[in-house]
């Protein structure tokens, strides 16, 4: 299982990393609804995997708690990935993009009608709580969790448990 879920994690962390670094070079990291399409993209790589290794590695069947670890685990090797590739772009490739954000935030507390000192006293405690390190860590940890539910739903539809015509 492992040697699966490696592979099909890698593939869904590059898909994913392709994705975000297309986001980036169409200046749209900011688009929150953007975002979806990153969890479709996810949920496919997690179905595929557990299906993969249902047809190819059990002969077609698999329990639900084996379809939930191939999945749990596929988004977990995608979130390495995805993290490392954040902590990049945030330090390496763009290390402008922080403030980007941070414009984004200000932007959006504005809009929902915060005064002056509420915005820059909620801009300040988000700059406490993120900066390269901080968005790779959470990345992870949020791949790793949406994976997880993602797996939960999905393994429902991917069991296949025992051969009825033994």
């Known amino acids: 299982m492992l040697k699966s879920t490696l592979n099909y994690g890698a593939m869904l962390g590059l898909t994913l990393l392709m994705y975000s670094l297309l986001l980036w070079m169409l200046d749209?990291?900011?688009h929150q609804w953007l975002g979806l399409?990153?969890?479709i993209i996810m949920i496919t790589g997690i179905v595929?995997?557990?299906?993969?290794?249902r047809d190819q590695e059990q002969g077609g069947f698999i329990t639900y708690g084996r379809a939930l670890a191939v999945g749990t685990m596929?988004?977990?090797?995608?979130?390495i990935i995805t993290a490392f590739f954040t902590y990049l772009l945030y330090t390496v490739i763009d290390p402008g993009l922080i403030d980007k954000l941070?414009?984004?935030m200000e932007q959006a507390y504005?809009?929902?009608g915060m005064s002056e000192n509420q915005i820059e006293m909620a801009v300040n405690m988000a700059k406490r709580?993120?900066?390269p390190v901080m968005i790779s860590v959470f990345g992870f940890l949020s791949s790793a969790f949406t994976g997880f539910i993602f797996s939960l739903i999905t393994s429902i539809f991917?069991?296949?448990?025992?051969?009825?015509f033994e």
């Open 158 to 164: 991917l069991k296949k448990e025992g051969n009825p």
């Open 28 to 30: 749209a990291t900011t």
């Open 37 to 39: 399409i990153s969890h």
């Open 48 to 53: 595929l995997a557990t299906r993969t290794f």
């Open 129 to 131: 709580f993120t900066n």
């Open 74 to 79: 596929t988004a977990v090797f995608a979130g």
């Open 110 to 112: 504005y809009e929902a």
């Open 102 to 104: 941070y414009a984004t």
